[in-house]
T-cell receptor
């Protein structure tokens, strides 16, 4: 079965430190990859997406992610986090050739401390 | 545009009661879907629709019904609520029904508690 694994359920980090949130997926077909952010008591907002082309994609709020096909990974990074980045982050995959059905990982809660 | 709207924001039900969660979008999107969010499990797809009159099951459809009589609305019905349906429900929509460029827009969610 196709699945998405977010390797860390919680990531604590100090303000201005770098952070990486890890995401792996299982698929034998082409995929589109997404990262969403959910701030407390809000809906989901798209951070960035990989459709094709350059494997390094940049998103909003200074985040970027790198698609690695051989490792089936799509890790999210930010070189310097702010308190306002405290939120839950979801990795999601959509398989090419089908409808817009997204498969989500379990989420990673990023806690930025002063 | 209001985007994707959901009502109510909060709801408490007793076991066995029925209710409908409302979802509407004003962007003329073809694709609409319902997800439930549970701690440690991310979002799971309940039902989706690729146009008016066309719906299909997602990953966790049991206990839920949907219909799509108009492009704008996609209500989710719980016929006999169970405590296992306590969750946060999100509605989402996208312009196209396929293709990675079709970003899904999410509503603010409905927090449902079944006692």
């Amino acid at each position: 079965a196709q699945s998405v694994t977010q390797l860390d359920s919680q990531v604590p980090v100090f303000e201005e430190a770098p952070v990486e949130l890890r995401c792996n997926y299982s698929s034998s077909v082409s995929v589109y990859l997404f990262w969403y952010v959910q701030y407390p008591n809000q809906g989901l907002q798209l951070l960035l997406k990989y459709l094709s082309g350059s494997t390094l994609v940049k998103g909003i709020n200074g985040f970027e992610a790198e698609f690695n096909k051989s490792q089936t990974s799509f890790h999210l990074r930010k070189p310097s986090v702010h308190i306002s980045d405290t939120a839950e982050y979801f990795c999601a995959v959509r398989f090419s050739g089908g409808y817009n059905k997204l498969i989500f990982g379990a989420g990673t809660r990023l806690a930025v401390h002063p | 545009n209001a985007g994707v709207t959901q009502t109510p924001k909060f709801q408490v039900l007793k076991t066995g009661q029925s209710m409908t969660l409302q979802c509407a979008q004003d962007m003329n999107h073809e694709y609409m879907s319902w997800y439930r969010q549970d701690p440690g499990m991310g979002l799971r797809l309940i039902h989706y629709s690729v146009g008016a009159g066309i719906t299909d099951q997602g990953e966790v459809p049991n206990g839920y019904n949907v219909s799509r009589s108009t492009t704008e609305d996609f209500p989710l019905r719980l016929l006999s609520a169970a405590p296992s349906q306590t969750s946060v429900y999100f509605c989402a929509s996208s312009q196209g029904i396929a293709g990675g460029q079709n970003e899904q827009f999410f509503g603010p969610g409905t927090r449902l508690t079944v006692l």
